[in-house]
Nanobody
Framework: QVQLVESGGGSVQAGGSLRLSCVGS???????MGWFRQVQGKEREGIAG?????QKVWFKDIRFTVSRDNDKNMLYLQMNNLEPGDTAMYYC??????????????????WGQGTQVTVSS
């Protein structure tokens, strides 16, 4: 089955950290990968992207670090110093490409089901 599955979300107090994981299965190829998040009622926004070999990285905020392990088909998002404004559903995405201006929804060809992150003050 071709899918992306996220894990690692949860509830944390402001200033805390979380590490999200995403495992891909059922496909091969040198895809870019990214993380998006969405607050209910707002548009989904890209927050970090990485190309296949890890040489090209983009992130919305320096508190976020994206990495990947291609041997394990894993994508990670390390989030530090979390704020209540980071509360959202976080999605892993497979992308055709991205540039240094950000991640574009049009470039996503597969989504995970999402994992909720809640940051309390």
């Amino acid at each position: 089955q071709v899918q992306l599955v996220e894990s690692g979300g949860g509830s944390v107090q402001a200033g805390g950290s979380l590490r999200l994981s995403c495992v891909g299965s059922g496909y091969t190829g040198r895809y870019c990968m990214g993380w998006f998040r969405q607050v209910q009622g707002k548009e989904r926004e890209g927050i970090a992207g990485i190309n296949y070999d890890g040489q090209k990285v983009w992130f919305k905020d320096i508190r976020f670090t994206v990495s990947r392990d291609n041997d394990k088909n894993m994508l990670y998002l390390q989030m530090n110093n979390l704020e209540p404004g980071d509360t959202a559903m976080y999605y892993c995405a497979r992308m055709r490409a991205f540039d240094y201006y950000g991640l574009h929804l049009d470039n996503v060809d597969m989504w995970g089901q999402g994992t909720q992150v809640t940051v309390s003050s």
